[in-house]
Nanobody, 115 residues
Framework: VQLVESGGGLMQPGGSLRLSCVVS????????MGWHRQAPEKQRELVAG???????NYASSVKGRFTISRDNAKNTLYLQMNNLKPEDTAVYYC??????????WGQGTQVTISS
């Protein structure tokens, strides 16, 4: 199973970024997918999750600013991040929980919000 994130980078506060995670080797359409993040010296935390049927959940800190979505035809997970804040700075990880292969993580993509 491979999860490959992209789309991170440096952005000014108030800006937007869209992260992508391309998944191969598992039953993507059947999998629960999530975005997690880890800031320096902090524990990894859930940012947003989406079930195989499209139900979503968000951390309170990002609700109303971030949107998680998935394209099962492209085996791709997205995270649209708007109105970014310095406290959103972290390494963002894609996570898959597949009924066939269990739990897998991507390598992470750095998001830095700074003026």
């Amino acid at each position: 199973v491979q999860l490959v994130e992209s789309g991170g980078g440096l952005m000014q506060p108030g800006g937007s970024l869209r992260l992508s995670c391309v998944v191969s080797g598992n039953a993507f359409s059947l999998s629960y997918m999530g975005w997690h993040r880890q800031a320096p010296e902090k524990q990894r935390e859930l940012v947003a999750g989406i079930t195989s049927s499209g139900l979503t959940n968000y951390a309170s800190s990002v609700k109303g600013r971030f949107t998680i979505s998935r394209d099962n035809a492209k085996n791709t997970l997205y995270l649209q991040m708007n109105n970014l804040k310095p406290e959103d700075t972290a390494v963002y990880y894609c996570k898959s929980i597949s009924p066939r292969t269990g739990t897998d993580w991507g390598q992470g993509t750095q998001v830095t919000i700074s003026s």
